[in-house]
């Protein structure tokens, strides 16, 4: 399969809300009341823990199937802290993003915990949304101006 190509376009229908597309999907950004949202939908750092879970999934899944370990079920749990002064200018001791994250598998097997050890080291090697969260990746940020038109 090689490299692979995803992407995202969204429009912004509020300062805190945005209506984009995946592919076919339609997805809403939105943040809670008390961050200045309307709360019609998870805010971007709520859709990053979704991304790591649903990325642990599909992973872990498959090195299950790999190594031959039957997965009855997967639990996910994953939760972070992050200090919103940065967010909102208060102050910049902090970086503006989870200073750490916890995440909890939960599987449903009776797989060895000398083969679940393993399982669970291959699947942060090899989960993308890990490899993402625990490296620089290089990010290019460019402006491409709209003119907006004039009322006549």
């Given at each position: 399969?090689g490299?692979?190509?995803?992407?995202?376009?969204?429009?912004?229908?509020?300062p805190a809300?945005?209506?984009g597309?995946?592919?076919?999907?339609?997805v809403?950004i939105?943040?809670?009341?008390?961050?200045?949202?309307t709360?019609?939908?998870?805010?971007?750092?709520?859709?990053?823990?979704?991304?790591?879970?649903?990325c642990?999934?599909?992973?872990?899944?498959?090195?299950?199937?790999?190594?031959?370990i039957?997965?009855?079920?997967?639990?996910?749990?994953?939760?972070?802290?992050l200090?919103t002064d940065t967010l909102?200018g208060?102050?910049?001791?902090?970086r503006a993003?989870?200073?750490s994250?916890?995440?909890?598998?939960s599987p449903?097997?009776?797989?060895?915990?000398?083969?679940?050890?393993?399982w669970?080291?291959?699947?942060?090697?090899r989960?993308?949304?890990?490899?993402?969260?625990?490296?620089t990746t290089p990010?290019k940020?460019?402006?491409?101006p709209r003119?907006?038109?004039?009322?006549v």
């Amino acid at each position: 399969m090689g490299n692979a190509k995803f992407s995202f376009l969204g429009q912004s229908e509020s300062p805190a809300r945005l209506q984009g597309k995946i592919r076919q999907f339609s997805v809403v950004i939105d943040e809670p009341l008390e961050l200045g949202g309307t709360d019609l939908a998870p805010n971007p750092v709520e859709y990053l823990l979704a991304a790591y879970a649903g990325c642990l999934n599909v992973v872990g899944h498959l090195i299950a199937q790999e190594q031959g370990i039957v997965l009855k079920g997967l639990e996910i749990a994953i939760e972070g802290h992050l200090n919103t002064d940065t967010l909102f200018g208060i102050s910049n001791q902090e970086r503006a993003g989870y200073q750490s994250l916890l995440v909890r598998l939960s599987p449903e097997t009776d797989a060895l915990p000398e083969a679940l050890e393993k399982w669970l080291h291959i699947v942060e090697s090899r989960c993308p949304v890990n490899d993402n969260l625990l490296n620089t990746t290089p990010i290019k940020v460019v402006l491409a101006p709209r003119l907006v038109a004039e009322a006549v």
